[in-house]
């Protein structure tokens, strides 16, 4: 069964706005990842949190962890056209299950 | 250069026939995996290795089988297709289970 999900399914921004998207899951977590893939391509790891973290930052993502509530979101701060792609979470506990994704569409 | 690489990239088949996809890596990663991607369903775990000979199912094992007799090779193979197997392959590594995976980028497979 499918663990992550992630909301919104799409989404569409200017350029140089902030996109948020979520992810919700079900169990028990160790950790919970963040991919992007592009149209056609493999899936690029972006960002890992921990289970006993919070709040996680590399360049322009800031990714927040609430495992009370089981979910995560992924803020990515003065988009750009080139993070036009899926965004998937991953969440693992004895395997890694995947979410259906978010597509983020950012008009240039 | 990539680290990880799939092949081939592209395949068409017939019902059932056999199908072997391959994913090899130069990264010398303990762990590789054998996703498909379907519409509506993000990546589901076929198959995953944790070191040569050693496999285990995933999510979605029915019709599949695996193979790794060397650290850089990891085969997939239907051993019959089926018009449901029609879809997206990804391989993936990691050094440590559950950590961050690194994917090749994917072996679209149509069966006719």
């Known amino acids: 069964s499918q663990q992550g999900e992630e909301d919104p399914q799409a989404l569409s921004i200017q350029e140089g706005e902030n996109a948020t998207m979520n992810c919700s899951y079900k169990?028990?977590?160790?950790?919970l990842q963040w991919y992007r893939q592009n149209s056609g391509r493999g899936l690029v790891h972006l960002i890992l949190?921990?289970?006993?973290?919070r709040e996680k930052h590399s360049g322009r993502l800031r990714v927040t962890l609430d495992t009370s509530k089981k979910s995560s979101s992924l803020l990515i701060t003065a988009s750009r056209a080139a993070d036009t792609a899926s965004y998937f979470c991953?969440?693992?506990?004895?395997?890694?299950?995947f979410g259906a994704g978010t597509r983020l569409t950012v008009k240039p | 250069d990539a680290g990880i690489t799939q092949s081939p990239r592209h395949k068409v088949t017939e019902t059932g026939t056999p199908v072997t996809l391959r994913c090899h890596q130069t990264e010398n990663h303990r762990y590789m995996y054998w996703y498909r991607q379907d519409p509506g369903h993000g990546l589901r775990l076929i198959h995953y290795?944790?070191?040569?000979?050693?496999?285990d199912k995933g999510e979605v094992s029915d019709g599949y089988s695996v193979s790794r007799s060397k650290t850089e090779d990891f085969l997939l193979t239907l051993e019959s297709a089926t018009s449901s197997q029609t879809s997206v392959y990804f391989c993936a590594i990691s050094e440590s289970l559950g950590e961050e995976k690194l994917f090749g980028s994917g072996t679209r497979l149509t069966v006719v």
């Open positions: 991953a969440t693992d506990l004895y395997d890694m299950r």
């Open positions: 949190i921990r289970s006993n973290e």
């Open positions: 169990t028990s977590i160790n950790n």
């Open positions: 290795s944790y070191g040569v000979k050693d496999t």
